[in-house]
């Protein structure tokens, strides 16, 4: 990271836009998104690293590796300003760091001790296309974590780490800093940040759609005109809303 770089602020989310999103299945979200044009939303291989993970909303916080080069890719790198510890302490509360690993898996990108600070500083959660390391200390630490599975080595054994909130692919996504992450058993789910608000607004409204009709399912109803709604059905709908 050049020394003159000044990495963006992170910007604070709004607690109502939290708490909407929070409500919103990462299934929801990318049909909205694809309505809105944006079919390539999925983190591919970051999923959750246990069963039952609460859903997590928040602001990313990018982080980037490249592929080991020997001469860069040692232990004392850990010590380096420009290091994974570095980035971790640049990490504000309540942010989901976003990793961009190249989806390398046979080494892994942070452990236990990483994972245990990364807590401490109530980072919201990580979200990785790579592996984890120290797999049962990792668990142990409560972070929440989705990412592509575990390895024993080090990251430095395949990996270079480079810098921090820069634009990033991670899963195959273009990732930007103060975008807004959702993950939830399904995987995790990019929203550009200009578009968080309109798209929270709509998804709530696709939740208590699609609620409604798990409703109408339950009472015995057939799909034809249920699920996509005919004239007569939405206008059932609209009316039970008030």
């Known amino acids: 990271m ?18 909407a999103l929070e409500g919103v299945t990462t299934a929801t979200l990318t049909t909205i998104l694809l309505k809105k044009g944006l079919r390539n939303v999925w983190l591919r291989g970051a999923m959750p690293i246990r069963p039952g993970q609460k859903r997590v909303v928040g602001r990313a916080f990018t982080l980037r590796f490249v592929p080991a080069r020997e001469d860069l890719a040692t232990p004392e ?44 500083r109530k980072v919201g959660a990580l979200v990785t296309d790579g592996v984890m390391r120290d797999l049962a200390g990792v668990l142990g630490t409560g972070l929440p974590v989705w990412c592509a ?14 810098d921090w909130q820069r634009p990033i692919g991670c ?15 399904d995987g995790a789910v990019l929203i550009p940040q200009d ?5 929270a607004v709509l998804a709530v409204e696709q ?9 109408e399912i339950g009472s015995g109803a057939a799909l034809p005109g249920l699920y996509p709604m005919n004239a007569e059905t939405r206008a059932r709908y609209e009316a039970s809303k008030s």
Do not use: C, Y
């Open 77 to 120: 790198s850990w010590s380096s300003p420009v290091s994974t510890r570095g980035a971790i302490e640049a990490m504000p509360e309540d942010v989901i760091a976003v990793v961009d690993s190249m989806g390398v898996r046979d080494a892994g990108i942070f452990g236990d001790i990483l994972t245990a600070r990364m807590a401490k």
């Open 2 to 19: 050049p020394q003159d770089f000044k990495p963006p602020a992170v910007e604070p989310l709004p607690h109502a836009l939290r708490v």
């Open 149 to 162: 599975g575990a390895a024993a080595p080090p990251s430095v054994a395949a990996l270079t780490f480079v």
């Open 195 to 199: 578009m968080a608000e309109a798209v």
């Open 207 to 215: 939740e208590r759609m699609e609620a409604w009709i798990m409703a």
């Open 171 to 185: 899963g195959g996504v273009a990732v930007f800093p103060n975008d807004v992450i959702v993950a939830d058993d």
